[in-house]
């Protein structure tokens, strides 16, 4: 299900109601993400992989 939100006054929508995507967006907006890589930065679009504490990475040691 698709979530609809207002956060600082743009229109958002997000595939969870979780407010891991909510910081992620806030933090967008505050210049505060880390970026590791870029995969693609051309006119059209851009992708990168950030840093977040939303869980995504597993230490198997």
């Known amino acids: 299900m698709i979530f609809s939100k207002t956060i600082s006054g743009y229109q958002v929508y997000l595939k969870e ?9 806030n933090d967008y907006l505050n210049d505060c993400l880390k970026i590791i890589q870029v ?3 051309t006119k059209e679009s851009q992708v990168f992989l950030i840093a977040s ?9």
């Not at 504490?53 to 040691?61: A, F, H, T």
């Open 39 to 41: 995969f693609k930065n």
């Open 17 to 25: 109601n979780k407010a891991i995507y909510e910081n992620i967006f």
């Open 53 to 61: 504490s939303g869980g995504g990475e597993k230490n198997n040691k």
